[in-house]
């Protein structure tokens, strides 16, 4: 392995930044990206959401709130081939919820099972539902929307 120089640095930083296809916005009460359908953009996506929260002053929900996103994307992936989005949104008139929502182009809602201590995978929405204040779905045009509220503390 090569050490790390300024020059490896900023090649780890400019792959990072291509790893997200747009950063649609940053400014107010919401937050959009849009991630190529990869693995790295789980990585990105968690990254994403915890910069915005501390940016937010909310660093307290980073934790929780990048567990959730990463479980999302990683159904995203699992079942899309197309761009999955990241959306964070303080709601006006609502300063204790953080709306969080994951959009893929698979318009088949999600389905949340009960997985068997022998199973790989299938607890992803069981998490997210224990975790949140409430959750859902909703179609999008192209595909879905999975959402879900966390408590904004104070």
């Not at 640095?9 to 009460?29: K, M, N, Y």
């Not at 307290?60 to 990048?66: F, K």
């Not at 159904?75 to 081939?81: C, K, W």
């Amino acid at each position: 392995m090569s050490a790390l120089t300024p020059r490896n640095w900023t090649w780890v930083g400019t792959s990072l930044a291509w790893e997200v296809i747009g950063v649609i916005d940053t400014e107010g009460d919401r937050a959009e990206w849009t991630f190529p359908a990869e693995p790295g953009a789980v990585r990105t996506a968690r990254a994403a959401v915890r910069g915005q929260l501390r940016g937010w002053g909310l660093d307290s929900l980073g934790d929780i709130a990048a567990l959730l996103v990463s479980e999302l994307v990683t159904n995203a992936l699992r079942h899309a081939t197309g761009p999955i989005g990241v959306r964070l949104v303080r709601p006006a008139g609502l300063p204790e919820v953080l709306l969080v929502e994951v959009s893929d182009p698979v318009s088949e809602p999600p389905r949340e099972r009960a997985a068997r201590p022998e199973d790989e995978s299938g607890r992803g929405l069981q998490l997210v539902a224990s975790s949140s204040r409430r959750w859902g779905s909703r179609p999008d045009s192209p595909g879905k929307t999975v959402w879900f509220e966390l408590a904004v503390p104070g």
